[in-house]
């Protein structure tokens, strides 16, 4: 097996802070705690089901994190997806033709993006394959791109796509 040069899943933290879908239930969370201390029950429970509601938000999220992983190697990205049925994938970093990178303000702000890559390898046949919550998405952009580059090498080397379609 390859060695491996870099390991990362989708960032939990980065999300609740650098998207507006993450700050949400953390407002939500926050605020049906005050709700409930200010109001000193006044209101029944009612408040801290917004609590429980911001709780389950953030766990589906930690369970869509913790199910994938990228193992990045000299010669492909490993996609491992699943927790209890699990997949994995490999992307051939020679194939990939395009790596881009997305992020919003707030992406910035918490140090995360999203990955977009195109590559000619069966495993993106029905389309990019998007990596989103990437902590130090630019540095791993940088990195997939110039991996990517010497799986070219040597000069000269070509890949050729044959393209079919199916009946």
């Known amino acids: 097996m390859d060695e491996v040069h870099d390991t990362f899943r989708p960032s939990l933290g980065g999300w609740l802070r650098g ?3 993450g700050l949400a239930p953390a407002g939500l969370g926050i605020a049906g705690i005050v709700l409930t201390v200010a109001t000193a029950g006044d209101w029944g429970a009612w408040p801290l089901g917004l ?8 766990f589906i999220k930690w369970l869509e994190a913790m199910s994938a992983k990228y193992e990045v190697t000299a010669e492909r990205l490993i996609v491992r997806r699943g927790i209890l049925m699990k997949s994995i994938d490999e ?3 020679y194939r ?14 918490a140090g995360i993006g999203t990955i977009c890559l195109t590559t000619s390898d069966e495993t993106t046949r029905a389309g990019d394959l998007i990596i989103r919550q990437v902590p130090n998405a630019q540095r791993r952009r940088e990195e997939l791109r110039r991996v990517g580059r010497l799986g070219r ?14 009946f």
């Open 19 to 21: 998207t507006a879908a």
């Open 51 to 58: 609590t429980a509601l911001a709780l389950v938000v953030v």
């Open 91 to 93: 992307i051939e970093l």
């Open 96 to 109: 990939v033709k395009d790596v881009r990178m997305n992020f919003s303000l707030l992406n910035q702000t």
């Open 153 to 166: 090498r040597p000069p000269g080397g070509r890949e050729i796509d044959m393209v079919h379609d199916d």
